[in-house]
Structure formats: C-alpha cells, structure tokens
C-alpha cells in the first residue's frame, strides 16, 4: 500500500490506461453481441398465406393460414391466422339453384382479401375441399353436384389469389390429413414420438385415423406416409352416412317404417329426444337422402314427439350399426376392418362440439353414460329455458347426438372404459382448428418432406444465449488477465525499489 503514491509517480497514466483499455474491450464485447443479435435477427417477418374452404355437409368454413416465409418446411410453422363461417347451408343444399353455391362463399372470401397483405394475394394459394354433403349429392344428382363446384369455382377465380381447384375430396383423404393436421399441430411427426390418432365426426360422415402395429388386412383403409425421415403405418376408415346428421335420419327412418298407416296421423315417439319435445315434420326430410331407403309416402308429415330414455336411445341408435358378418379377423361394424384402436386420441369437429356442451369431455364412459342418462330425461322445456341462446335445432339433438358419440365410440369403434381416457376431445391445438383442411394444404404445397429437412443446429433463442455467455466468459477472463498482469509488474517493482 505504502508502494502506491510512489508507482503513481513513476508512471500517471497507468491506471487511466487500463481503465481506457477496459472500456474498450467492454465495448467491443458489447458491440460483438449487439451486431450478432441484430445481424441474425430477421428485421422484418415475412408471412406467407394459404387459404382452404371446408365445404362440408352442414356448412363451409374458410380458413386462412400463414407461415415465416423463410420456414416453410418446419413443423409447427403454419398457424391458422382466421376462419370464417360462411351464412347458411353447405354447398351440396344449392342442388337447386347452384349458382346461390358461389354467392355464398363471398363474404368470407371478402374477408380474406382484406387480410391478407395486397402484395400476397397473387401467390396465395386457395383451394376448396368438399366432403361427404357433395359425395351424397354426387351419388344421387351427378350433374347437380358438378353444377355447383363449377358455381363455386367460377366465384373463386374471380379473387386476386392463386386459384388452385375446387373438388370432392375422398374419405380417405379427409381421415389422412385429419391426422397430419392433428401431429403436424402436435408437433409429434418430428420427433418419431407416439402419434395421436385422429376421429372426426361430420353431419354426413366420420372419419377414424391411427397408427396401428397390427397386421392391416384390407389395402384399402392402410396408408403409408414418410414424414419427416419416418414411416408411418396408419389405418384409416370414413364412414359415409354416419356422421350425425345422416345417422339421426337413419335412426328415426327405423323407428317410421314399422309404423304403416297411411291414414291416421303418424306419431313417432323418439327415445333420443325429451320429453315434452313435439314438432310436426315431413317425411321427405328423413327419407331424402340416398343413406336412407325406402320412402312408402313422401307427402305425408308425421309428428315427432320425445320420450327422453337414454337407455332406449341407445338401444335405437345401435340398430344403424351391422355387427353381422365380418370377414377380416377382426371389425368395427357394417363388416369393416379395424384394428384394435392403438395410442392417444384426439376427437374433433362434432366430438368436441357435442360432448363439449354436455359438459361430458373429461368424464369416465360410465358416468358420461349416466349424465347423459339424466339430461336426455329432462323436459323439453326446462332444456329450452336453460339454454335461451343456443340454436333450437342443435339443442334438440343433444340428447341424440351425445348418444350417437357414446355407441359409436364403444359398439363401433371398440374403445372401452379402459382405453376412453386416451380419448382427448379437442377443438384447437395451438391457433389452429383440429380438422383435415390444414393436412390438406401442406400436402398441397408440399410443405411436409418426407425426409428431415436441414435446420441450423441451434435455434436462434439458443444461439443468442450461446453468444452472451461466451462474450460475458470472455470479459471475465480479460479483466482477470488484467489483474493477473498488473501484479507481477507491481511485485516486481516492489523488488527493485
Ligand atoms: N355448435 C355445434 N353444436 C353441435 N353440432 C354442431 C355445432 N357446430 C357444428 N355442428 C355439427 O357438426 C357437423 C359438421 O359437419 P360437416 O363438417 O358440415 O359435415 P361433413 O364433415 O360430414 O361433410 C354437423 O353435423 C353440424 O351440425
Ligand atoms: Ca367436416
């Protein structure tokens, strides 16, 4: 200490030149970090967009996607950014007047034209996908069902995006890409981790998708994809005519055509709906689809009245199943072949909707039976009053269409109180709705390589640490270097003097 005044004096400008060399190489340190982050950083995301209609038997969604321009091939990249519901019915109710079909997908698509950046527009993809309502109308009115794509392809083309086709797609492909769209989301193809498998349940169909060890003994309901650098071998089913909407037809056709009479008033009472529920209907509307068979007298209506008995329900809905004559070593019903379901689940569309509103999701099947017991027991009216501001046509299906869910999942499907807890019910992962038209796109645009795309081996959060961390290491082992030269020069002049 005594040493200092006169090191001082030796030479003044040694301390000012260590503290000047200091702040220098702080800077430079400082400056190094700020230049790597900005450097790496991108200034400005750029997003491109993508654009699917789900024209389904009920009605048509549109939905908009975007992804970082510069990642297109990453999982977990695209997001819905919006979906729009298109006003009224599904395509496949224009039969008639078609050209209603395109008129009515213009405000959504409007819509879309005023999201998505101008200068995107022309390199925006749009695409338009239509499912069972159009497979339906195709078998029983081929020119009409050709006259509506044509009405909803003409209105498309007219927007200044890159119109890619309009067209029905198969079952297959609606249950394939429902399933890309839920792992893609899932984030689960990339890592060769367990797969959810995907049920989605329509008006007019519904679709079962999963990865299944088993031996698959029908071609027709196996797929293999390579994703990603793996393989998957996923069975896959659509049932056309048993999403709800057809299956309630169906159901209420069995319970008209024991009653023959052409005279009096016919009343069919319905299980499945509650008690206290009366509403006079036309015949017509249960037998006018090419699902159900045999009208005896189309102009007549009938009164359809509730009973509300869940266990009666149940025991109605599960004659729309054939459990009869399965010629594979094992079935699911109508003597299709289904191996014995495998892993996690997600179930969306209707699933969710239905079971969501019963409050059934996260129920074991047992008390799920036994809720749904006491709902479909409850008066019509008092249903009514409690839920003064949902549609009175979804309203009065509950009952029916949560029954619906039950047996199908167990009588058809065979999931049992084992397994039920694998079965998520889901409506979004992320941003994104759980549905096949996002599958739909990334095949399209070839956005899922089958081979593991090359990535930087750090993502950019990681590098950034990686770079602060090293550059703090660096200071610290500066100014040690300091303090470690300073001190043999001082001893050392400690020794002369
Ligand atoms: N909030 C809701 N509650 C109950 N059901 C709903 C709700 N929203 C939609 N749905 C039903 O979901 C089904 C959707 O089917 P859709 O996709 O139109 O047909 P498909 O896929 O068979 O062509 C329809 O039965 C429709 O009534
Ligand atoms: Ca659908």
């Given at each position: 200490?005594?040493?200092?005044?006169?090191?001082?004096?030796?030479?003044?400008?040694?301390?000012?030149?260590?503290?000047?060399?200091?702040?220098?190489?702080?800077?430079?340190?400082?400056?190094?970090?700020?230049?790597?982050?900005?450097?790496?950083?991108?200034?400005?995301?750029?997003?491109?967009?993508?654009?699917?209609?789900?024209?389904?038997?009920?009605?048509?969604?549109?939905?908009?996607?975007?992804?970082?321009?510069?990642?297109?091939?990453?999982?977990?990249?695209?997001?819905?950014?919006?979906?729009?519901?298109?006003?009224?019915?599904?395509?496949?109710?224009?039969?008639?007047?078609?050209?209603?079909?395109?008129?009515?997908?213009?405000?959504?698509?409007?819509?879309?034209?005023?999201?998505?950046?101008?200068?995107?527009?022309?390199?925006?993809?749009?695409?338009?996908?239509?499912?069972?309502?159009?497979?339906?109308?195709?078998?029983?009115?081929?020119?009409?069902?050709?006259?509506?794509?044509?009405?909803?392809?003409?209105?498309?083309?007219?927007?200044?995006?890159?119109?890619?086709?309009?067209?029905?797609?198969?079952?297959?492909?609606?249950?394939?890409?429902?399933?890309?769209?839920?792992?893609?989301?899932?984030?689960?193809?990339?890592?060769?981790?367990?797969?959810?498998?995907?049920?989605?349940l329509?008006?007019?169909?519904?679709?079962?998708?999963?990865?299944?060890?088993?031996?698959?003994?029908?071609?027709?309901?196996?797929?293999?994809?390579?994703?990603?650098?793996?393989?998957?071998?996923?069975?896959?089913?659509?049932?056309?005519?048993y999403?709800k909407d057809q299956v309630l037809k169906l159901s209420l056709a069995n319970e008209i055509r024991p009653?023959?009479?052409?005279?009096?008033?016919?009343v069919v009472e319905d299980p499945c709906f509650h008690p206290g529920y009366r509403m006079?209907k036309?015949?017509?509307?249960v037998?006018?689809?090419?699902?159900?068979?045999?009208?005896?007298?189309?102009?007549?209506?009938?009164?359809h009245m509730g009973s509300g008995n869940g266990t009666k329900c149940h025991a109605a809905v599960r004659k729309v199943f054939?459990?009869?004559?399965?010629?594979?070593?094992?079935?699911?019903?109508?003597?299709?072949?289904?191996?014995?379901?495998?892993?996690?689940?997600?179930?969306?569309?209707a699933?969710?909707?239905v079971m969501?509103f019963l409050?059934l999701?996260?129920?074991?099947l047992d008390e799920a039976k036994e809720e749904l017991g006491k709902y479909c027991a409850t008066p019509w009216?008092?249903i009514?009053?409690?839920?003064?501001?949902?549609?009175?046509?979804y309203l009065a299906e509950y009952c029916f269409s949560g029954t619906y869910i039950l047996t199908l999942l167990e009588d058809g499907?065979?999931?049992?109180?084992?397994?039920?807890?694998?079965?998520?019910?889901?409506?979004?992962?992320?941003?994104?709705?759980?549905?096949?038209?996002?599958?739909?796109?990334?095949?399209?645009?070839?956005?899922?390589?089958?081979?593991?795309?090359?990535?930087?081996?750090?993502?950019?959060?990681?590098?950034?640490?990686?770079?602060?961390?090293?550059?703090?290491?660096?200071?610290?082992?500066?100014?040690?270097?300091?303090?470690?030269?300073?001190?043999?020069?001082?001893?050392?002049?400690?020794?002369?003097?």
């Open positions: 200490m005594d040493d200092q005044p006169e090191m001082k004096a030796k030479n003044p400008w040694h301390r000012p030149r260590i503290i000047f060399i200091t702040v220098l190489f702080v800077i430079g340190i400082v400056s190094m970090v700020a230049i790597g982050v900005v450097q790496n950083k991108p200034l400005h995301q750029k997003y491109k967009y993508g654009i699917v209609l789900d024209a389904g038997s009920s009605h048509t969604s549109v939905y908009i996607y975007q992804w970082p321009a510069e990642k297109e091939n990453n999982t977990g990249m695209v997001q819905q950014m919006d979906a729009c519901n298109v006003p009224g019915v599904g395509i496949s109710g224009y039969s008639t007047e078609p050209n209603r079909a395109g008129d009515s997908l213009k405000s959504c698509m409007d819509k879309a034209r005023s999201i998505i950046p101008n200068h995107r527009h022309p390199e925006t993809p749009v695409y338009l996908g239509a499912t069972a309502g159009m497979r339906l109308l195709e078998m029983k009115n081929a020119a009409a069902s050709e006259k509506v794509l044509e009405s909803v392809e003409r209105v498309l083309q007219t927007y200044p995006f890159s119109y890619q086709g309009a067209r029905i797609i198969s079952g297959q492909e609606e249950g394939a890409f429902g399933w890309i769209t839920v792992n893609y989301l899932n984030e689960s193809l990339r890592q060769a981790s367990g797969t959810l498998g995907a049920l989605d329509g008006g007019a169909s519904t679709q079962i998708t999963f990865v299944s060890g088993q031996k698959q003994e029908s071609p027709d309901n196996s797929i293999d994809f390579r994703l990603y650098g793996h393989d998957y071998h996923v069975y896959t089913h659509s049932f056309l005519c999403g009653v023959h009479t052409k005279t009096e008033t016919i006079n036309n015949f017509q509307s037998f006018n689809s090419p699902c159900v068979t045999g009208l005896s007298y189309p102009e007549k209506n009938f009164v054939n459990d009869s004559g399965c010629s594979y070593s094992i079935c699911s019903f109508n003597g299709i072949f289904q191996p014995r379901v495998e892993g996690q689940f997600g179930a969306f569309s699933f969710f909707f969501d409050n999701t996260t129920l074991s009216e008092i009514k009053q409690n839920h003064p501001n949902v549609k009175e046509k499907y065979n999931f049992t109180s084992h397994n039920w807890q694998d079965i998520k019910f889901i409506k979004k992962i992320g941003n994104s709705d759980a549905g096949w038209t996002l599958g739909y796109m990334l095949n399209l645009t070839n956005m899922i390589p089958a081979e593991s795309p090359d990535t930087p081996p750090l993502p950019y959060g990681g590098y950034v640490t990686l770079m602060v961390l090293f550059a703090v290491m660096i200071l610290l082992l500066g100014l040690l270097a300091c303090k470690v030269f300073r001190r043999p020069t001082g001893s050392a002049q400690k020794e002369i003097i």
